[in-house]
């Protein structure tokens, strides 16, 4: 099956610092990407669609400036949350489309951020 | 309002025993799909089922079947004997328009005992 791959699995960071997180698909071309965010017990909330060779598209309360995302090639999608701080300590999975195919998502498995 | 509707916190089933799952959606499209995932504790998501609004038969892959009410516009997730394997937080979703994300329920805690 098609395996989205994520990294990297957890990160701790300082408090001001910035972290990219990557999420590429290894066998199939994603058009389309979507990132997530996740509080413990907690759904996944939609942060962005991030499309191949355009500009992202945010959710209402998403800081476009905190959360840059870039998705240059239909293999790969980069999350950078700038100026990290504890409060955007979270659980951050991205998904992925193919441009050819069925509507079934597939997900990398996630990135556990912990910003002291 | 929500979209997704999963009203169980959690349940509790023992191994063997079926589990029914419950998801309530809403939405005015006449195109749409609905999928169950499961979260292990390891925080990936595995893709369980999926159901086309337009598919007239329930979908079913091996343990899981979809029970899909139309009408009702509910998609409850059926285990069969259940394993303990199969504790973990399962999410309904669906999407409205091709290609676009998912949006997910609240989430419920399975937990299967010996």
């Known amino acids: 099956g098609a395996v989205v791959s994520q990294h990297p699995s957890w990160v701790i960071c300082k408090s001001g610092t910035s972290v990219k997180i990557e999420c590429r698909s290894l066998d199939f071309q994603a058009t389309t990407m979507f990132w997530y965010r996740q509080f413990p017990k907690q759904s996944l909330m939609l942060m962005a669609t991030s499309n191949e060779g355009s500009k992202a598209t945010y959710e209402q309360g998403v800081e476009k400036d905190k959360f840059l995302i870039n998705h240059a090639s239909l293999t790969l999608s980069t999350l950078t949350v700038t100026s990290a701080h504890p409060e955007d300590s979270s659980f951050y999975i991205c998904?992925?489309?193919?441009?050819?195919?069925?509507?079934?998502?597939?997900f990398g498995s996630g990135t556990q951020l912990s910003v002291l | 309002a929500q979209k997704i509707t999963q009203t169980q916190p959690g349940m509790f089933v023992q191994e063997k025993e079926a589990v029914t799952l419950d998801c309530t959606y809403d939405t005015s499209d006449q195109s749409y799909g609905l999928f169950w995932y499961k979260q292990p504790s390891s925080g990936e998501m595995i893709f369980l089922i999926y159901q086309g609004s337009y598919d007239e038969q329930n979908a079913t892959e091996g343990r899981y079947s979809l029970n899909f009410q139309k009408a009702r516009k509910s998609a409850n997730l059926v285990i069969s004997a259940s394993q303990l394997g199969d504790s973990a937080m399962y999410f309904c979703?669906?999407?409205?328009?091709?290609?676009?994300?998912?949006?997910f329920g609240k989430g419920t805690t399975l937990s299967v005992s010996s």
């Open positions: 998904s992925a489309r193919r441009t050819r195919g069925n509507e079934k998502l597939f």
């Open positions: 979703a669906m999407r409205e328009a091709a290609g676009t994300a998912l949006i």
